[in-house]
């Protein structure tokens, strides 16, 4: 039987831990820009600033950014402040030289006293000063001293008033009544001892802060009150009663105790306290406590969710290497110096050493079985078992049939433990028996798919094992099915976590998600503290959490509109830097995050802070880069700036800026703003730090600027300045409405005679173009008219001489062949254009016509191009007649071979129609040996006609001639003539 071998654990018991206190201390000293390390008093303006009295480095002034400095250089009565105090409108600088009144940044009066002023009360409209040499009063701005003979050469520490509303003072030498002098409170009366260096009280009860005996309490009616006394030997400094009636007790050697009923919290130095002589008290607008000490500067406690465990809790070290948390009170945690933690609920234990005594290793991944004990990987050493009973720790090294001395993650699923190896893949062996070893296997699904080195184990809420596969990426194995996921091969994986069922990854590139096999990128990376993500985990809520270099965001509807909460050192989150995969979530919903400053513990039902909005004031106006108290404009600033409700501005002061302040002491990362423009903005400004709103060219309007600001706890409600911009003169409605009348009645009239130009040349033109138009008809008609006569006189005296011969046959032939010739050309004399069709008709009734009135046979022919549109009207008519004519009457006399003419239409080009009418006659030659011929060829009226109607209709640009007449011949021999015609369509 194995033999357990228990070590000694070693641990600090701390208050913190019992209480389950959440802490956050953050100083602030000289190297902050404070003027002195000693803080004796603190009150904070109506505009939110603290005010901080020092000891010889006179006022500090903090706006949670940043300090400045009052003192003597700015009128200050001495550096060395005391005590302060509201009064009126301004504060009270209590110094050891006496009295200056501070306002809106400066000092405006001093009451110089022949004492230290040590503290202040009001008493009815008068103040009430304690000194190093009894009481002053000061009233209707004068100081007078109080009458009180056992008041003089004693230090004054305070003041409270009994029930029946007399008022005592406290001193270094007892308690007296501030009206008589001889009714006091001292050892003969029973308080502990006569030094009372401060007090407060309630509604209730007086608290006497004492030097040596702690906190005495009287009642109202000055009787102690032993059971509410804080009686420790404590020498008090300073009291404070908060808004929730907790009673802070600060110390001169022993930090800060909190008193709440009957648990009492103390914090030190190793709380994070800067010194343990503690000064003074102050409670702020956001429920910040903030510590005045002696020598340590300034602190500001506030109380978050997080509970921050480290070295000076008891860890072994701060780094933080992993952690698992079994329950709210039962977390194991490895750390960097090597070794493991176990923070316990009252305790946190360590294990430094082996079950021989020697120093531990590293342990950089471990996990928890179902008994609660850690299954670990000790560097360089290999696995090992470690339990924790009755205070005290078990360990066992493991011996198993691998050498496992190169471990990347180890899980434990359903009794089952999985180990990723560097050089092995996944092993897997089953936690039963002993202890002592174990028998690890490979998952045979693997061993052939996948690489020897497994990065890191995950699984999900079904039991699926999710790892990261050096080689080959991130991998899930469900069952006997491995389903690798695309594009993860080079992805810096380095923590997994489930939302419900789907996979989020943290990488060193942002968050990414799995659907089915693919990889996605979330696409809101960019609105994260950091996309350098070590850790991811999703609480009972459902909310992301991502843990980073730079601290935590947390991420609610992480599917949908998502909303980001950052937390760092000012929110609570003091370890900052996350450490990999080092964390958890508790059964409890609490969230465990390792850290390289410790471990941080997100507790999820703790205290939750008022959520309070910064405090928001207009700090600046500047007209045209003018401050608006050095402008005519000041007459509208109002009590202030921040109460200015409207601006009334001319068109030409421009660019208006309005710098905007939002104060906030929890915080020095600074405020949101965002603002609206009523009347000009479709919607909201992007939120942004920058707290100036800067308009450059503001048209004139009447406008309404909504602002507001916020921390990441509220906002703060909208607050609006009205804001005018008037028109220049030329932009009034009269003024406009005058120069449009005029721009109107100006174009009317150059419309008015444009338009009356406009007709007249119209007139002209049409009667101008009327006339060419019926030039142009007439023209055509005379020349129509000019060749019908001649033709018809030739044809009636033919059928005169057929009747004459008696041959009624063929007059009535001839006839009948006129009547069609002139039927058709008196219905194509009408006509500007006709078709190819109807002209060649008209000329074919004409040959046959003559071949009956000529008695001369002669032959004709007719071709058409194929490509030409017979019926498109397309040519004048009467246009080849003449031509026909001329040949059959002078080009057949004197030939002896059988008469024929040959007529084309062709299309010669694109925009071009070629009419060729070919005869065989004798040609122009021979037809001009008699006078007759010649004076018809030269002088022919048809010819003359013909060539005056192309030109008349000719619209080409052709080079070639419109009309040509051509003289055959052959071997010197006329062989007839060749007419072209052109015309252009």
Known sequence: MMKNIFLACFGILFTFLVNGQQLNFTNFSVSEGLAQSQVYSMLETDGGELIIATQGGGVSVFDGKNFTTISKNNGLLSNNVNILYPYRDSILIGTDKGLSVYFNKQIIRSLPLVAQVSSIHKKGTAYLIGTTNGVFLLKEGKTYQQKNVQLYHKKVTGFFSDSLNQYWVTTTEGVYNLS????????????????IACVTESDDYIYLGTEGHGVVTLNKGLQVIADKSFNRKLSVSSLLIDSQNKIWVGTQNQGVFRINKKQIDHYTLNEGLPSNYVKSFHEDHWGN??????????????????????????????????????????????????????????RIHNLTKDDQGRTLNRIPVFDIDKNENAWV?????????ISFYNGRFGFQRINTDYKLSKINDVKIYNNDIYVATQDKGILKAKLSGSKRSLRFERIELLFDNTGQNILLLQFDPQGNLWFVDERKGLAKLSRNELLYIDNTIDLDIRSITFNKTTPVLGTSNGLYTIEGTHLLKWKNNQRLSSENIYQVAVDKD???????????DKISTFFGAPNFQHYGPREGFQGLETTRNAVDVDPNGNLWFGTVKGIEKYAKKSYVRKKIAPLLSVQDIRIGYVPIEQTEYFYFVKDGLQETDSLILPFDKKPIEIELKALDLSTAQGANFTHFLEGYDEMWAPITKRNTILFNNLPPGDYILRYKTGNSQAWTPVRSIRLIITPPFYSAWWFVLLVVLGIIGFIYLIFRIALERLRKNNAALKEKLEMERNLVELEQKALRLQMNPHFVFNVLQSIQEQIIKDDKNKARLVIAKFAKLMRSI??????????????????????????????????????????????????????????????????????????????????????????TIDDNGCGRQKSQSTKSQVDHLHKSLALQVTQERLSILDQSKNDKPLFAIIDKEENGEAMGTRIELRIGI
């Open 180 to 195: 008589n002098p001889f009714k006091r409170i001292t050892t003969t009366q029973g308080l502990p001892t006569n030094v």
């Open 377 to 385: 990987f000790e560097e360089e050493k290999g696995l090992a078992y």
């Open 826 to 915: 008196l219905e194509n004399s009408r006509e500007k254009y006709i078709s190819i069709e109807e002209e060649l008709n008209t000329v074919e009734h004409y040959m046959k016509l003559e071949q009956l009135i000529k008695s001369l046979d002669f032959t004709y022919d007719i071709e058409v191009d194929d490509e030409l549109d017979v019926n498109e009207e397309i040519i004048p008519p009467l246009l080849i007649q003449p031509f026909i004519e001329n040949a059959i009457i002078h080009g057949f006399k004197h030939i002896k071979r059988a008469p024929h003419i040959a007529i084309k239409v062709m299309l010669e080009t694109d925009n071009n129609i070629l009419i």
């Open 289 to 346: 406590i903030w510590i005045g000490s002696f020598g340590g500067g300034l602190s500001r406690f506030t109380e978050t969710q997080f509970v921050h465990f480290d070295n000076y809790s008891g860890l072994s070290s701060d780094y933080i290497l992993h952690l698992v948390a079994i329950k709210e009170n039962k977390v194991w945690a490895s750390t960097g110096t090597g070794g493991i933690s176990l923070i316990g609920p009252n």
């Open 542 to 552: 459902l909310n992301l959490w991502v843990g980073s270099e730079q601290g935590l």
